[in-house]
């Protein structure tokens, strides 16, 4: 099967936690289309420890522009010294609000800090970074593209995970609130919503993802019968920044190997 060759050249690209995982392939996948990439993460280094070369570093070995600017997400201001630093590359394009935080305990045991952790990083930081990117677009006259990883669980509970689902739940609100009110500016704004796919989200979970995910342990397992790898997931943010997806706006695209068809 073929795949699809996008052109990026003369664009900025924000990945916010480009550092690892979803995140990191898609900051390589962008760059390798042409594009200038910000990696604002909390991190330099992958945390996968196979992978030892920061995003940044392995984009510019390639002859690609990139760069890394500690960010913490949960943070606006640091958002917005974030969105003030690609003015430098020419003003954000495409703006990918991807860091997220798991936390896997039951409804029962969860800490009001760990509510608090898990809403602030995926939900503060994803409403911010669009309020940041939407401002600093408008303020440009620019119709960019804002994306947001969301996920399997914004739309389908599992158990021990209500802390985080409920906070994928709200990333498909933010993306779909947004598309609405930006849609007058031309700017995009869209969800992708990975399944199962094997980083180390999880501590140690590349090893056992692509297990787990052909076996019961799941309510259902996953159709396509393996886990998802970053590869198979970057494509959809590639289409959805790019023209191709021109009269896209407020979609949740699932990329999860079947999980949501049953
Ligand atoms: P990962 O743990 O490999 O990467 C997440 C990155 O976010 C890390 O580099 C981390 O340092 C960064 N990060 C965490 N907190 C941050 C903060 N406060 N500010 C800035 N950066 C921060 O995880 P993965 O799997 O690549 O996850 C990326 C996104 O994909 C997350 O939003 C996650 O919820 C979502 N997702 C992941 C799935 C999976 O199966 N791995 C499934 C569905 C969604």
């Not at 669980?153 to 021990?160: I, M, N, R």
């Amino acid at each position: 099967m073929g795949s699809t060759a996008y052109n990026y050249s003369g664009e900025t690209v924000i990945v916010t936690g480009g550092s690892s995982g979803i995140g990191r392939e898609i900051a390589l996948r962008f760059a390798e289309a042409g594009a200038t990439v910000l990696n604002a993460d909390v991190r330099e280094d992958p945390k996968n420890t196979n992978e030892t070369e920061p995003t940044h570093e392995l984009i510019e070995a390639a002859g690609g522009t990139a760069t890394y600017v500690e960010t913490d997400v949960t943070e606006p201001a640091q958002i917005a010294s974030l969105i003030g630093e690609a003015r430098e590359y020419g003003g954000v394009d495409v703006m990918i609000n991807n860091a997220g935080l798991y936390i896997g305990k039951s409804l029962r045991e969860v800490s009001p800090e760990e509510f608090d952790r898990i809403h602030a990083v995926n939900v503060r930081g994803v409403f911010f970074g669009c309020q940041a990117a939407a401002n600093d677009m408008i303020e440009r006259d620019h119709s960019g593209v804002i994306l947001n990883t969301a996920s399997i669980s914004s739309t389908h509970a599992q158990f021990d995970q209500v802390q985080y689902d409920s906070t994928k739940g709200a990333i498909r609100m933010v993306t779909r609130g947004a598309a609405l009110e930006l849609a007058e500016h031309g700017i995009r704004v869209n969800g992708v919503a990975p399944g199962q796919i094997a980083t180390e989200f999880l501590e140690g979970w590349t090893e056992t993802a692509q297990r787990e995910a052909q076996e019961e342990k799941f309510l259902k397992p996953v159709p396509l019968r393996r886990a998802g790898r970053p590869a198979d997931v970057a494509g959809a943010y590639l289409y959805l920044a790019s023209d191709d997806a021109s009269y896209v706006t407020g979609e949740l695209l699932h990329v999860d190997g079947g999980w949501q068809i049953c």
